[in-house]
């Protein structure tokens, strides 16, 4: 079992910058890909970025490449999300979620936080 918790949204204004994080419980933290999603009110679930647990690949949806940055430290077993320029467009609840295997799909992912609330005032 492997448990999330998410901290870092707030609100901020337009062509600002939040860092989100994500402290995961368990010993085997490095071994798990991790994804961070995001959703706004009325819309599905989208993927926004994600790492490999030890190779450190990574994927970013079209909309925050080179915005997003997604890193990790192992030691601490904390995945990070640094979002700059952001957009009124990128409001949404963002969860982060690790799973065996690194992909784009929600379904790819086996647990999951309970989300933090990201607020760009324009």
């Known amino acids: 079992q492997v448990q999330l918790v998410e901290s870092g949204g707030g609100l901020v204004q337009a062509g600002g910058s939040l860092r989100l994080s994500c402290a995961a419980s368990?010993?085997?933290?490095?071994?798990?890909?991790m994804g961070w999603f995001r959703q706004a009110p009325g819309k599905e679930r989208e993927f926004v970025a994600a790492m490999s647990g030890i190779s450190g690949n990574t994927y970013y949806a079209d909309s925050v490449k080179g915005r997003f940055t997604i890193s990790r430290d192992n030691a601490k077993n904390t995945v990070y999300l640094q979002m700059n320029s952001l957009k009124p467009e990128d409001t949404a609840v963002y969860y982060c979620?690790?799973?065996?295997?690194?992909?784009?799909?929600?379904?790819?992912?086996?647990?999951w936080g309970q989300g933090t609330q990201v607020t760009v005032s324009s």
């Open positions: 368990g010993r085997t933290f490095s071994s798990y890909a």
């Open positions: 979620a690790a799973g065996v295997r690194l992909g784009v799909l929600s379904a790819t992912y086996d647990y």
